[in-house]
């Protein structure tokens, strides 16, 4: 299978597989899925926020991202985190969701300079074993 790098994710992406990965795991995943669309495998560094077994990404300015786009059904995914891969289930989570608000909870309680633009999609990657 044929991985698409988006341009400028090469050097994070490379830090997250490299032994020096703890001064990025903290802060990003490497997400891995592919396109329901093109079929095409794509891999990029998302920021995150750990809730236990699910990890809740934020599409930052989700008009003009796509990425995200692939989980509106649930999705399966692959991210390092840590330095490992695991496998799991990525579900777009809009508004109207019973668990966007639990899941911006957690996102802004991380992150919490980005508590007033986290107004639209989330993502929830549930992973098995951590």
Known sequence: MRVRLPQGNAVVLALLRSPVHRLLSGLVIELRYTGRRS??????????????????????????????????TPQPVAVRLAGQLYRGTALALDRDNSAWDEARRFY???????????TGPLVEVSIGEL
């Open 108 to 118: 802004t309680s991380r992150w919490p300079r980005f508590a007033r633009q986290v």
């Open 39 to 72: 079929g095409h495998g794509y891999v990029l560094p998302v920021q995150f926020a750990r809730a236990g077994d699910r990890l809740i990404l934020w599409p930052q300015n989700p008009q003009r991202k796509t990425w995200w786009r692939n989980f509106l």
